[in-house]
């Protein structure tokens, strides 16, 4: 997006509780030249809500709970060109906001991560979701096959394009993964940038154990939505490495004079159906290839029939100028 002015940025922050640090938030935001900030509150009991509008922020309550179905409502509400979305609790930097919008202006991403991981101040995180964090990466990357390092990162910034096709139907904390997934699923393109990453203010609404919980059985269940390939794989390498397990039991006991007739047969069961999975993965894979491919070359074609409209319309602009001079000067 060449033209991006900053009034076509929508600041997106979703609250529960942050009187602490929102108007520090929305004043960075203010700073920088960005005008146009919503807050979607959780029904805050706090003063949240109030400092906000003080600040000319426009605020909404969501219907819902969790910060998902704030964010899911949120985007049915805005319609600006590009949306950027940043916690409220003072973690993340306004004045990164354009090394988060850049990719986007250069047209080479849809979606933005803040990789807080490039630079974070001591206790940041806590070491439980430091870890917890390092896990749920690495669980994506080996499920989904896609070198992202910080897919629950609260800074990132979308495209209109993009953020009106997700469908998000997860609550709660799982929201960032989802955005991710579909993300990907959709065809759309995602990059991480560097960003630098503080010790909050106020309190944590994030349980690590249930939240990190809920997270990780989005992957999953996700995966069997989106990459069904690599699930299939996952369920017919298990077979198979039972089937082995089963199998070289019965090999040493049949060394040693014992026939486990009805355990051999349920090796060959095993290994056969197991290698079956694989195969119909392998089917499953192409076929889902097959259409996030067609769904990237759909988004590419879209965005050149956006950028000739755009010029077309700039020419149009430029021919009526042309005309208007031109009948003035004959008069
Ligand atoms: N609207 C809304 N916002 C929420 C809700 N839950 C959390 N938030 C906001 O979402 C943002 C992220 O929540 P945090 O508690 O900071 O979670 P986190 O960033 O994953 O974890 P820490 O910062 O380490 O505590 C904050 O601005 C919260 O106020 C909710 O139910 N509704
Ligand atoms: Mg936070």
């Known amino acids: ?29 203010l700073k920088q030249g ?9 029904n805050s009991t706090d003063r949240t809500r109030e400092i906000a509008e003080r600040m000319g922020a426009r605020v909404v309550i969501q219907t819902g709970k969790g910060k998902g179905q704030a964010i899911n409502e949120a985007f049915s509400i805005i319609d600006s ?25 250069r047209g080479y991403a849809d979606h933005v991560i803040g990789n807080r991981f490039a630079n974070f101040e001591e206790g940041a995180f ?29 800074y990132r910034a979308l495209t209109r394009e993009l953020y009106k096709s997700v469908r998000l139907e997860k609550p709660g904390f799982e929201v960032e993964t989802e955005l991710t997934v579909e993300t990907i699923a959709k065809g759309f393109r995602i990059v991480e940038v560097p960003i630098t990453y503080r ?3 106020g309190k944590t609404k994030l349980n690590p154990f249930k939240d990190g919980f ?48 009805l355990l051999a047969d349920l090796t060959a069961l095993l290994i056969i159906t197991g290698f079956q999975v694989i195969i119909f993965g392998t089917i499953t894979d192409l076929l889902y290839r097959g259409n996030v491919e067609l769904r990237r070359e759909i988004n590419a074609v879209s965005r050149e029939i956006e950028t000739l ?7 149009k602009g430029r021919k009526v100028r042309v005309e208007v001079k031109e009948r003035e000067n004959r008069r």
């Open 34 to 42: 960005y005008h146009n900030i919503l807050v979607i509150d959780g």
């Open 199 to 201: 010790k909050r203010g």
């Open 309 to 315: 409209r755009k010029d077309l319309e700039e020419f």
């Open 214 to 261: 809920r997270i990780g059985m989005a992957i999953y269940d996700l995966l069997k939505k989106y990459s069904p390939g690599r699930y299939f794989y996952l369920i017919g390498l298990a077979m198979i490495a039972a089937g082995v397990g089963i199998g070289l039991y019965v090999v040493r006991d049949w060394f040693r004079h014992v026939t486990h007739y």
């Open 81 to 105: 060109p590009v949306v950027v979305i940043v916690d409220g609790d003072g973690t993340y930097l306004p004045e990164e906001v354009n090394v988060l919008l850049e990719p986007i202006r």
């Open 126 to 154: 806590t070491r439980l979701n430091l870890i917890g964090n390092k896990i749920i990466n690495f669980m994506f990357r080996v499920a989904y096959g896609v070198e992202l390092h910080d897919i629950l990162s609260g």
């Open 1 to 29: 997006m060449r033209d991006l002015k900053k009034d076509d940025i929508c600041i997106l922050i979703p609250t529960l509780n942050e009187e602490a640090t929102i108007g520090e938030v929305i004043e960075g935001f």
